[in-house]
């Protein structure tokens, strides 16, 4: 079982950067695939980022593609979302979450979540 920790989130104005971390317990951290996930009030959980365990492969929404770099460190078993350009519309609940699917389409394919990091952008 993997636990994750989300940190990073807080208070930036339009415009502005964070960079969200996740932090993973175990050994086995290298065989998953990572994700970020983010969700809004009243929204639907939103896919925002994928890569896969070996680290060579990315995909990004649409809506964040170009503004958001997703990376991760197997040795310090934490993986990263890189967040630029931030909009109002960012502003979200942040999950990142771990899938034993070497490249993960759906949100049930994710088999541990974090509990989220706040992201507020402020106009």
């Known amino acids: 079982q993997v636990q994750l920790v989300e940190s990073g989130g807080g208070l930036v104005q339009a415009g502005g950067s964070l960079r969200l971390s996740c932090a993973a317990s175990?050994?086995?951290?290298?065989?998953?695939?990572m994700g970020w996930f983010r969700q809004a009030p009243g929204k639907e959980r939103e896919f925002v980022a994928r890569?896969?365990?070996?680290?060579?492969?990315?995909y990004y929404a649409d809506s964040v593609k170009g503004r958001f770099t997703i990376s991760r460190d197997n040795a310090k078993n934490m993986v990263y979302l890189q967040m630029n350009s931030l909009k109002p519309e960012d502003t979200a609940i942040y999950f990142c979450?771990?899938?034993?699917?070497?490249?993960?389409?759906?949100?049930?394919?994710?088999?541990?979540w974090g509990q989220g990091t706040q992201v507020t952008v402020s106009s």
């Open positions: 890569i896969t365990w070996w680290g060579a492969s990315t």
């Open positions: 979450a771990a899938s034993l699917t070497a490249t993960p389409e759906y949100v049930r394919q994710y088999d541990y």
């Open positions: 175990g050994r086995t951290f290298s065989s998953y695939a």
